[in-house]
């Protein structure tokens, strides 16, 4: 074999080194893309099973303190109810605040 002959075989091994090593680069680029598409998929699914659990929590809560609240004010309009009114003796006092109570110049 002469130099010619080795230096051409030489750049073809080279150029098959090229290829294998810009074959791997895609096959790489292929994996992640995939990977990357995968991972997404499996986000979004776990993201939308937690948040409905999420949301369906704030629900029920939403549903208790409303309940809750309803019952107090229930409760707070029963214990007002039960209250003695004086409206007369009310009357006479906001009468004699606002009108009779004059104002000092």
């Known amino acids: 074999m002469n130099d010619t002959d080795i230096l051409q075989h030489l750049l073809?091994?080279?150029?098959?080194?090229?290829?294998?090593?810009?074959?791997?680069l895609a096959e790489g680029d292929r994996r992640i893309k995939e990977a990357?598409?995968?991972?997404r998929l499996v986000f979004e699914e776990s993201y939308k099973?937690?948040?409905?659990?999420?949301?369906?929590?704030?629900?029920k809560a939403a549903l208790n303190v409303k309940a809750e609240y309803g019952k107090l004010l229930d409760e707070f309009r029963s214990?007002?109810?039960q209250m003695p009114r004086h409206n007369e003796a009310f009357s006479a006092l906001a009468?004699?605040?606002?009108?009779?109570?004059?104002?000092?110049?």
Not at 12 to 24: F, M, N, P, S, Y
């Open 95 to 105: 009468f004699s605040l606002l009108v009779d109570n004059k104002c000092t110049e």
């Open 49 to 59: 099973q937690i948040s409905s659990e999420k949301e369906a929590d704030y629900l």
């Open 79 to 81: 214990s007002l109810d």
């Open 36 to 39: 990357e598409e995968q991972n």
């Open 12 to 24: 073809e091994i080279e150029g098959q080194a090229a290829t294998l090593v810009d074959d791997a």
